[in-house]
């Protein structure tokens, strides 16, 4: 059921935690485009949108039980990470001469808000004009991080089916933030095997190289010449999980990846100055093979707090941190 004017939202029970909780899934759809949102994590469980047949199809990989979230949570499929996504060299930081010291989750480092990040909290969920808005509070202390956070996330699906996603967050003490959320792309559809095929755009005459443990070694190297190289569309290939620096932000578009089998098309927006393109690489098959979704993670660079000459993840109290992203889908 869809309509013109407004997003028809209804929910529904998706199972329960190892723990007990009740896991509730949110349905948005709009102008061909069908939304489902889980209240853990924040996760955006499926994305259905048409293709040039007009037939629909699920174009984010996702999993069909709460079951297969808690026994795969390594690749985040369709969560809201946080505080923050992508990589803290050390698990540790230094803020206004104080230093501080996350949880080390991935070597020696810090990775998508630590052991117990935003994408293994349950959510509070209330419905919004076009779809929904998810909250919660992270204690000062919580994975290192100073300060508590008041965090929202509100997810639309706008007229002409574009998904939106905008986050927003306060803080009462000086606090670093860098959201993002780490949906994988299939356009040909999630069960349809390798996404590598599927034509790629980035704005982005920079990157963000990285050192043998993936972090930023606080460089920015031309991409002219080189593999990294999407300016123009070409083929994804394997082998990536680099920060681009966007050229373009705001309302400009940030990335377009495109699908010639199905004629689907997805356009990304957003407020941040980079994206992280991962590739997938390492999927084992549990449940999806190597390389079976694309990610395309709008975000801050990876170790900013430790980099000062990259943009700035710093929220102080009396500031509101904003951030928002859309992805819209059309044929071609």
Known sequence: MTTGSRTVTHTDDFGTLADGSAVRRWTLERDGTRVRVLDRGAIVQSVETPGRDGTRAQVALGLPDMAGYERFPAPYFGALVGRYANRIAGAAFELDGRAHRLTRNEGRNHIHGGSRGFDKRMWRAAAVRDGVRMTLVSEDGEEGFPGRLDFSVTYTVEAGGALRIACRATTDAPTVLNPTNHTYW???????GSALGQQLRIAAGHITPVDAESVPTGELMPVAGSRFDFRRMRAVGAGYDHNFVLDEAGDGVAAELYDAGSGRVLTVRTSEPGLQLYTADH????P?????????ETQHFPDSPNRPEFPSTVLRPGEEFASSTEFAFSVR
């Open 288 to 296: 999806f093979g190597p390389c079976a979704g694309i990610a395309l």
């Open 283 to 286: 999927f084992d098959g549990r």
């Open 186 to 192: 299939n356009l040909a559809g999630a069960d349809s």
